[in-house]
């Protein structure tokens, strides 16, 4: 039976980026036989404008019946009058409390033909394969209360809340040590245990999770010092397990590592396994319309949904040397840009990446 994804292209460069996405969609359905069909819907700004709300209960519906979502990004100065309760934002974290996307899986690997585009220096991050696992559904993103509210006095005080409860905390554990067991069994728990008691639990449960898991080495660190620890010795890290908001920033620094943001692709997964598939970065209004940005972080989430939801691995790798092609050919889009490449945009990159496609 055919795989139903649903496409939510969204604001800014979401479309720019999405198009690209599709066209190299269609052509795996029909020169690879990988047996798909695509809807699309509105989320965020652009369904705000058409409907009243970041995410109309039809998108919502559409979402729960489709076996992934593409995603390209939501949000942008158009929006940001808006009280935060139906900012388009607020649609995309919907549609991961809706479907119960708890589990976040952020790689950040350096193609070896962009070392000259790392901010760091290309032994740091030579052979760089990390995996940030970040918690989606819960912590201070979903807490609370949260609000502004006035005291007495009459001053105004905004109040968000950072909670977990400990079966939250276990089943993201899990992933972590369930994926660091397919890759090099190292597990970094990153926590602030030194001062906020819900990230102590998180630090505990961690230590229990691990018990199950005795070819797994764990290690903990702040995240002060995992920020730090990121652009000093980025390859010490396998699996770096982490907070909503935590892995939120540490997985924009760690795109840095690899060149830039338009690098890095996610996969938002629930317990069934359903996933929706987004680039980490946001709507990048400061270049929408103009047809320059990356669509490759797209790109390399088809690949993690092949992978993870369509149950079509090959595919999935096709895809990742198909993009390693095209930087072999020395194409670049602004932000991967070096001395001897050759700068292209948004469509001349997918379209390169789709031609680049192998049996
Ligand atoms: N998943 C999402 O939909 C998502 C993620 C992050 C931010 N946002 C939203 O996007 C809007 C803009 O946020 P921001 O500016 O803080 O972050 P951003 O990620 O949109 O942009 C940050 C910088 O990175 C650049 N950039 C991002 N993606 C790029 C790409 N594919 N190719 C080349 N350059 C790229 C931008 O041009 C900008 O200079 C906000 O409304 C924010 O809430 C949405
Ligand atoms: C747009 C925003 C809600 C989102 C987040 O904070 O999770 C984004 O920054 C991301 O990383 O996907
Ligand atoms: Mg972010």
């Not at 502004?148 to 977990?164: C, K, M, Q």
């Not at 602030?192 to 290690?219: F, H, M, Q």
Request: charged share 25%.
């Amino acid at each position: 039976m055919s795989k139903k994804i649903l496409i939510l292209a969204g604001d800014g460069i979401g479309p720019e980026i999405v198009a690209e996405a599709v066209k190299l969609l269609v052509a795996l359905r029909d020169r690879f036989g990988v047996d798909l069909e695509m809807d699309e819907a509105l989320v965020g700004g652009a369904a705000y404008d058409a409907t009243g709300h970041p995410l109309p209960p039809e998108t919502l519906a559409a979402a729960r019946a489709s076996d992934a979502i593409l995603l390209g990004a939501v949000g942008g100065p158009k929006w940001e009058p808006l009280p935060i309760a139906v900012r388009p934002e607020k649609g995309l974290l919907g549609l991961r409390s809706g479907l119960g996307l708890f589990a976040n899986l952020r790689p950040a690997i350096l193609y070896p033909q962009l070392a000259a585009a790392s901010t760091l220096k290309a032994e740091v991050v030579e052979g760089l394969d990390i995996l940030i696992v970040r918690e989606l559904t819960g912590g201070i993103y979903f807490g609370e209360p949260r609000g502004v509210d006035t005291l007495p006095s009459g001053e105004r005080r905004g109040i968000n809340t950072l909670v977990y409860t400990e079966s939250e905390i276990r089943r993201i554990c899990r992933v972590a040590f369930e994926v660091a067991m397919q890759r090099n069994r190292r597990v970094c728990s990153v926590d602030k245990a030194n001062v906020l008691e819900c990230t102590e639990l998180w630090r505990e449960i961690a230590i229990e999770v691990g018990r199950d898991y005795p070819d797994v080495t764990l290690s903990h660190m702040y995240v002060d010092n995992a920020a730090m620890q990121l652009v000093r010795a980025p390859k010490q890290f396998d699996v770096l397990v982490t907070d909503n908001m935590f892995g939120d920033i540490l997985s924009d620094a760690a795109a840095m590592l690899t060149g830039s943001i338009g690098m890095l692709p996610s996969a938002s997964l629930n317990a069934e396994r359903q996933g929706m598939y987004e680039p980490i970065h946001g709507s990048a209004p400061d270049i929408a319309g103009q047809g320059v940005a990356n669509p490759l972080a797209t790109i390399l989430s088809v690949a993690m949904m092949l992978r993870y939801s369509l149950d079509e691995p090959e595919a999935a790798g096709r895809v990742e040397a198909a993009v390693g092609r095209v930087l072999d050919l020395g194409l670049r889009t602004g932000d991967i840009l070096s001395p001897g490449t050759r700068r292209v945009g948004t469509a001349e990159m997918g379209d390169a990446v789709v031609a680049a496609l192998r049996d």
